[in-house]
């Protein structure tokens, strides 16, 4: 079964730092690129970045390039994203998914959330004053 499941979210100061984890199983982290997102209440789902499945290059939306880093870790089928200096505006749902086609990468096209056919259920990131 093809499942992506996130975890690791949860309360942080701002300013502070994040860890979210991503377990794929049904297919492995290094055949497809795997991107993360986040949805604020209210707002439309963004594209934060996402991990390329040929040669593991990052790409990052421009309000968190710096702050965030997406890598993976091969032989346990995890994506990472860790987060430092969070916001107030880095508060969201922040969710795993998983790119349509096998060892592509989707070049500028990797933010388009309808690329992407397998989600998990969303962790939730919360940022305290």
């Known amino acids: 079964q093809v499942q992506l499941v996130e975890s690791g979210g949860g309360l942080v100061q701002a300013g502070g730092s994040l860890s979210v984890s991503c377990a794929a199983s049904g297919f492995t982290v290094d055949t497809y690129t795997v991107g993360w997102f986040r949805q604020a209440p209210g707002k439309e789902r963004e594209g934060v970045g996402y991990?390329?499945?040929?040669?593991?290059?990052?790409y990052y939306t421009d309000s968190v390039k710096g702050r965030f880093t997406i890598s993976r870790d091969n032989a346990e089928n995890m994506v990472y994203l860790q987060m430092n200096n969070l916001k107030h505006e880095d508060a969201a749902v922040y969710y795993c998914?998983?790119?349509?086609?096998?060892?592509?990468?989707?070049?500028?096209?990797?933010?388009?959330?309808?690329?992407?056919?397998?989600w998990g259920q969303g962790t939730q990131v919360i940022i305290s004053s």
């Open positions: 991990i390329s499945s040929n040669d593991g290059s990052t």
């Open positions: 998914a998983r790119f349509l086609w096998p060892r592509r990468t989707p070049e500028g096209w990797g933010f388009d959330d309808n690329l992407y056919d397998v």
